[in-house]
């Protein structure tokens, strides 16, 4: 696939395919980590993410691909068998195509745009230091498109689990997807699941079911991250503020 974390699309044995990015990615071993993170907290919410799964990946097979390495500037780096993060396609490959980007006339089609409402509560909450990315398909071959958001490697600023926000992170490219925002009260619905659906539990069970090798073993980083985000909910109405008032207008129809 495309993309700084050179991810591998991957047929797997539950006849899904999955797009899988190795623990020796360019980017940073915590973007494993920060995916599944994001995955299980934007799943509670609501969002629409693909769904995502610990993929196990022989070291036979590994051997024998040509094509399972990174590629470095003036090298290649072989991967190594192993578990690592997968991210569903929406259905076949030969049968769904997959958009990253729709023109603004097509975008107003999307079924689900307005979950880039609450996807940009998401990313300012877990502080995205990437912009906002979403592929879009047509499921069966329907005539509406649907978007999934994806790519949330960079959520809590990739490997350095630090949160510096600023106004202008987590948005979307295209400000049409944000049309529906006509004040605070257009993300209440976002900001009220965040209170009410994340919680000491949730952290917990995320605590438990992340595989320790995509955060190094290190127990208490992962910790502190989660405690940081339960702590970080209150902080989303400012953050939001602030990205309204910057030159972008993200907001066009906010009174
Ligand atoms: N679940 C998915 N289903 C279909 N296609 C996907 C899925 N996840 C990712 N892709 C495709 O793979 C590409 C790379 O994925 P992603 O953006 O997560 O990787 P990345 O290496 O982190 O990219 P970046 O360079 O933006 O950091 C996407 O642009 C998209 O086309
Ligand atoms: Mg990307």
Same mark, same amino acid.
């Given at each position: 696939?495309?993309?700084?974390?050179?991810?591998?699309?991957?047929?797997?044995?539950?006849?899904?395919?999955?797009?899988?990015?190795?623990?020796?990615?360019?980017?940073?071993?915590?973007?494993?980590?920060?995916?599944?993170?994001?995955?299980?907290?934007?799943?509670?919410?609501?969002?629409?993410?693909?769904?995502?799964?610990?993929?196990?990946?022989?070291?036979?097979?590994?051997?024998?691909?040509?094509?399972?390495?990174?590629?470095?500037?003036?090298?290649?780096?072989?991967?190594?068998?192993?578990?690592?993060?997968?991210?569903?396609?929406?259905?076949?490959?030969?049968?769904?195509?997959?958009? %990253?980007?729709?023109?603004?006339? +097509?975008? @107003?089609? *999307?079924?689900?745009?307005?979950?880039?409402? $609450? &996807?940009?509560? #998401?990313?300012?909450?877990?502080?995205?230091?990437?912009?906002?990315?979403?592929?879009?398909?047509?499921?069966?071959?329907?005539?509406?498109?649907?978007?999934?958001?994806?790519?949330?490697?960079?959520?809590?600023?990739?490997?350095?689990?630090?949160?510096? %926000?600023?106004?202008?992170?987590? +948005?979307? @490219?295209? *400000?049409?997807?944000?049309?529906?925002?006509? $004040? &605070?009260?257009? #993300?209440?619905?976002?900001?009220?699941?965040?209170?009410?659906?994340?919680?000491?539990?949730?952290?917990?069970?995320?605590?438990?079911?992340?595989?320790?090798?995509?955060?190094?073993?290190?127990?208490?980083?992962?910790?502190?991250?989660?405690?940081?985000?339960?702590?970080?909910?209150?902080?989303?109405?400012?953050?939001?503020?602030?990205?309204?008032?910057?030159?972008?207008?993200?907001?066009?129809?906010?009174?």
């Amino acid at each position: 696939m495309r993309g700084g974390a050179q991810p591998q699309l991957m047929r797997c044995d539950d006849d899904g395919y999955y797009v899988v990015k190795f623990l020796e990615n360019p980017q940073h071993p915590r973007v494993l980590a920060n995916e599944w993170v994001a995955w299980q907290l934007a799943s509670k919410l609501g969002l629409p993410v693909p769904h995502a799964a610990r993929v196990e990946v022989p070291e036979a097979l590994v051997e024998r691909s040509e094509d399972l390495v990174i590629q470095l500037a003036r090298s290649r780096k072989k991967l190594r068998g192993g578990a690592y993060f997968g991210s569903r396609y929406p259905g076949h490959p030969a049968e769904t195509a997959v958009y %990253d980007f729709l023109p603004d006339e +097509l975008l @107003a089609e *999307v079924e689900n745009l307005e979950d880039f409402v $609450g &996807m940009l509560v #998401f990313d300012k909450w877990t502080c995205n230091t990437n912009g906002r990315q979403a592929i879009f398909y047509r499921p069966h071959g329907g005539s509406r498109y649907q978007t999934l958001m994806i790519d949330q490697g960079f959520c809590f600023n990739a490997g350095e689990w630090d949160f510096p %926000d600023a106004p202008l992170r987590g +948005l979307y @490219a295209r *400000v049409r997807v944000y049309q529906s925002v006509t $004040g &605070m009260e257009s #993300f209440e619905t976002w900001l009220h699941r965040l209170e009410r659906d994340i919680n000491e539990k949730v952290m917990d069970e995320i605590l438990s079911r992340t595989p320790p090798e995509w955060y190094n073993f290190d127990h208490a980083a992962l910790y502190q991250l989660l405690e940081r985000l339960l702590d970080r909910r209150r902080r989303v109405r400012d953050l939001l503020v602030a990205a309204k008032d910057t030159y972008r207008q993200p907001f066009p129809n906010w009174k």
